[in-house]
């Protein structure tokens, strides 16, 4: 039996997705933030970083959502949710699923946590705080954002899925940030393709049994 170490708003929710596209039976063990949104120690008894989403598949323990849906993937797939090896597709594939996590969520992660920055100073260095929260975004995050999404925006012109014209693992692995992001931002009327996108995948049945799984989703803003 697969077990998905679980925590609340977290990366965590797209490995219950994928498993219920897969089809396949597995235990969800729930775990609740600190009040400081930081993961509980109890997740460290699992791997020894205390982060999550960790799965544990009989005697395997891993880690990264990447790397878990990878694996689901390839060891259950029988096929689904991959493309071709060797196509323009697969390409794509590989790409989008190392993307999401190493490109894109840094931009994101940093924007949140620049945004933050002012709230969490003693009140009298909160001034300087802003300023330095405004400038970051102004010269560096949103500037960098900004192509990203422009990127994005421009690939899902193309097909309605980052791989190709099918749904793929890849499309659960950017998921995250980009809901995120609308989340924040909005698409609606900016980015109408990754509007479309976050529909669509909104939609799909085994998302929404996820959703029951694992509980309350809301992304942090």
């Known amino acids: 039996m697969i077990v998905v170490h679980h925590l609340e708003n977290s990366r965590s929710q797209r490995v219950l997705w994928m498993l219920e596209e897969l089809g396949l039976d ?12 930081q993961a509980p ?44 090896a060797g196509s323009p597709e697969k390409l794509r594939y590989t790409y989008f699923l190392h993307y999401a996590e190493g490109s894109l969520m840094p931009l994101l992660f940093m924007k949140l946590v620049f945004g933050r920055l002012p709230e969490r100073v003693p009140w009298a260095m ?21 192509t990203h999404f422009a990127f994005l925006e421009s690939e899902l012109a193309q097909r309605d899925w980052f791989a190709g014209a099918d749904f793929t ?49 809301t992304l942090l803003k």
């Open 169 to 217: 693992a890849a499309d659960v692995q950017m998921s995250f940030p980009i809901e995120a992001a609308a989340a924040r931002v909005g698409f609606a009327g900016r980015l109408p393709r990754l509007h479309g996108f976050v529909e669509r995948l909104q939609a799909r049945p085994a998302y929404r049994r996820a959703l029951e799984k694992g509980g309350p989703y």
């Open 126 to 146: 909160r001034p300087v705080a802003r300023l330095i929260s405004a400038g970051a975004d102004k010269t560096l995050l949103g500037p960098q954002i900004g």
């Open 41 to 84: 120690a109890a997740l460290r008894a699992v791997h020894p970083l205390g982060k999550s989403p960790v799965i544990t598949d009989g005697d395997r323990t891993l880690a990264e959502s990447g790397a878990i849906l990878e694996y689901l993937v390839e060891t259950y797939g029988n096929g689904r949710f991959v493309p071709p």
């Open 26 to 37: 597995y235990e969800v063990k729930r775990y609740s933030r600190e009040p400081t949104l």
